[in-house]
């Protein structure tokens, strides 16, 4: 198992990117949440299988339809063993 902190920019909010990634981590496995940012990025954090978190890495590189990803930043992290994941509210957070 393995914790990846990952800032994905580009044209990534407006265009249902956290709600398809919330789609593509529980096809995968992946645990954690997403959440925009208030720089206009989408900041996620995942936890998996190795195998599984490359497929997500892949994924956030690329985006729903109507995103632009131009950049995924990515690094290890502590594991906090999340049960699932969510889609968290920008009003919780900003």
Known sequence: MK???ITVS?????VFFRAATKAVADQL????YV????????????EA????LDMF????????EN???TGVESNEGELKNYRNFEVMKKNLLW
């Open 3 to 5: 914790h990846l902190n």
């Open 67 to 69: 995103a632009n990803v």
């Open 29 to 32: 496995g992946v645990k954690g």
């Open 57 to 64: 890495l892949d994924w956030c590189a690329e985006g729903p």
């Open 35 to 46: 959440k925009n940012l208030k720089d206009g990025t989408v900041y996620i954090e995942a």
């Open 10 to 14: 580009g044209k990534v909010q407006g």
């Open 49 to 52: 299988q190795p195998t599984e």
